[in-house]
């Protein structure tokens, strides 16, 4: 496995998930906002957030044609022209720096998705540390190439993507000289069903890519994410805001801040319990071997008396003789002593 670091932290699976809180739109057009979510990122404990990089010219056109109008009644920006949603939800870029600064103050390493060549030239100037390709910007080749060719880590989102365009994804991030690759198993739908999570793919993407693979999880609650990291998943990334109630274009399906704390310690504790195949006991277990089946006297038993099931039983604790040798024993004469509640031991 290829290792992956972001500013010198390692991301793998034999460490604590690394944990991402997007900000997205969540921040509602208030640079104010914005630095509430980071604060509460921080105190939710995430290891990094992630900003959006456009301009609604960036990633699409002021057009009111059907092409440019999303008609899907589950969604919750149905019937909403792109230029105006992302008029809404775009973050201001003259913001950027103030954010960056303000996650490095509150110990949180701070990146971006990019989606097009002229927020990389500018992420550039503000020395991002990493780079992330959203899903539906996948297929954009030419933008992964330039992202790559930056040498930073560059985490790729799988979501609407086919076996083959994730291939051509990562053959493109590769071929332009991108050594530490990370992608991230996505399902675009927003909320995602979790029936439509397929977790099992991650261990196919990391064995076929040979690269870490994460979860970005669209799905309400954190039941996914921890799943996700029994099979392998060494980043989670999922929607973040500092409090529901505020309302904005992602607010109903990002995790508030207790949800994103409750997140960060179950898939840290999800990641500890993995561990290996092992049958050793642990210290722990040792001390409670005791609790174990055993045979014991159920009755005062003299020494040629009968083993019976009315005088011995196979009960807790565990200092007698082995249970394996129960009827073994049955209808044998005691070679001694035994009182009632007394281990059977036989020499």
């Known amino acids: 496995m290829k290792t992956f670091s972001i500013l010198g932290q390692e991301i793998n699976d ?90 490095k103050k509150h110990s949180i390493t701070c990146f971006t998705s990019v989606f097009d060549e002229t927020a990389i030239d500018f992420m550039e100037n503000l020395n991002t540390p990493a780079y992330k390709i959203a899903s539906f910007e996948n297929n954009h080749i030419p933008l992964i190439i330039k992202a790559s060719e930056t040498g930073k880590p560059l985490i790729i989102s799988t979501g609407t993507a086919s076996e083959e365009d994730i291939v051509e994804a990562v053959d493109a991030a590769r071929g332009a000289g991108c050594t530490q690759l990370a992608l991230l198993k996505c399902t675009s739908d927003y909320p995602a069903d979790v029936a439509d999570s397929n977790l099992l793919t991650i261990s196919y993407l990391k064995e076929k890519f040979d690269c870490e693979v994460g979860l970005s999880d669209h799905t309400l609650g954190i039941g996914v994410a921890i799943a996700s990291v029994a099979l392998g998943a060494s980043i989670i990334e999922k929607h973040f805001i500092s409090d529901r109630s505020l309302g904005g ?16 310690s179950e898939t840290e504790r999800a990641q500890r319990a993995i561990g290996k195949v092992n049958f050793a006991l642990s210290n722990r277990e040792e001390n409670n071997i005791q609790f174990r089946r055993s045979i014991y006297a159920s009755a005062n038993i003299k020494k040629g008396d009968i083993f019976t099931s009315k005088n011995i039983k196979v009960i807790r604790p565990g200092f007698g003789l082995h249970p394996r040798y129960y009827h073994e024993i049955i209808g044998r004469a005691s070679l001694s002593d035994f009182s009632f509640g007394q281990p059977i031991i036989i020499d």
């Open 14 to 103: 034999n460490v604590k998930p690394y944990v991402i809180a997007e900000m997205s739109g969540n921040h509602n057009q208030s640079f104010e906002q914005a630095i509430s979510i980071i604060r509460a990122a921080s105190r939710s404990g995430v290891n990094a957030l992630k900003l959006q990089t456009y301009t609604p010219e960036t990633i699409t056109l002021n057009c009111q044609s059907d092409d440019f109008k999303i008609s899907n009644s589950q969604s919750p920006w149905n019937n909403r022209y792109l230029y105006d949603l992302y008029s809404d939800a775009y973050t201001d870029w003259d913001w950027i720096k103030g954010i960056m600064l303000e996650c």
């Open 249 to 264: 274009v992602d607010a109903s399906f990002s995790a508030d801040e207790s949800e994103m704390k409750l997140l960060v």
